[in-house]
């Protein structure tokens, strides 16, 4: 870990309170009348850090956190929030992270390197991605596309404010909420969408 990693680490729980106060990053949203999306996600096979191919359509029946993720960004701590609640909903739910170097730069290393830092600082189990474009544009992941276009979810047009914005989908595949990165993957909103 960096010495700007340790830094933002430490002051973490600083940045959520702060965020908390302000407003900044800590909006949420919900899909209230269940609008079911006019293409599955289940289409998608996502290509993973590690060479090998995960078909979303093996995950039915689960619930889907689907975030995206930098290793050197004041939230990066939110791997370590991920990796309980995936460990503590592993029947139930599955994290997927997605790596992207959108917001200031601050996923620069390889997949590689991105996979080896999250085992080695935060005991990341979960589904990584290969490092991809999570913003509006023709590089955009095509999950992120689905995931921010309410032509394709039903409802939703947030694209990702900031690296660690997070999307939860039920178990048929229908996306349920968007939570801005300051809101807290164990926050009391988040388990309340995911359990």
Same mark, same amino acid.
């Given at each position: 870990?960096?010495? *700007? ?18 407003? *900044? ?11 079911? $999306?006019? !293409? ?14 995960? @078909?979303?359509? @093996? &995950? ?17 701590? @939110?791997?370590?929030? &991920? ?9 139930? &739910?599955?994290?997927? =992270?997605?790596?992207? %170097?959108?917001?200031?730069? @601050? #996923?620069?290393?390889?997949? !590689? ?10 005991? /990341? ?10 913003? %509006?544009? #023709?590089?955009? %992941? ?11 979810? =039903?409802?939703?047009?947030?694209? $990702? ?6 999307? /939860? ?5 229908? &996306? ?6 300051? /809101?807290?993957?164990?926050?009391? !909103?988040?388990? !309340?969408?995911? #359990?």
């Amino acid at each position: 870990m960096s010495f *700007r990693q340790t830094v933002l680490k430490t002051f973490y729980p600083a940045l959520i309170w702060l965020s908390k106060l302000t407003g *900044r990053r800590s909006d949420h949203l919900r899909n209230p009348k269940g609008i079911s $999306p006019a !293409e599955a996600i289940y289409q998608f096979t996502v290509p993973l850090n590690n060479g090998q191919l995960l @078909q979303l359509q @093996q &995950l039915k029946g689960k619930k889907l956190l689907i975030v995206n993720t930098a290793s050197d960004c004041g939230y990066t701590n @939110q791997y370590g929030e &991920l990796q309980e609640l995936q460990t503590r909903m592993s029947d139930r &739910l599955v994290v997927i =992270g997605f790596p992207a %170097n959108d917001f200031k730069k @601050q #996923e620069k290393g390889s997949d !590689e390197e991105i996979s080896s830092f999250c085992k080695i600082n935060y005991g /990341v189990s979960f589904p990584l991605a290969k490092k991809s474009t999570v913003v %509006n544009g #023709e590089s955009q %992941n095509k999950i992120f596309h689905w995931l921010s276009h309410a032509e394709q979810n =039903g409802w939703c047009n947030r694209q $990702p404010t900031w690296n660690f914005s997070k999307y /939860v989908l039920n178990e048929e595949g229908t &996306l349920t909420h968007y939570f801005d990165p300051a /809101v807290s993957p164990l926050s009391k !909103e988040v388990l !309340e969408a995911v #359990e």
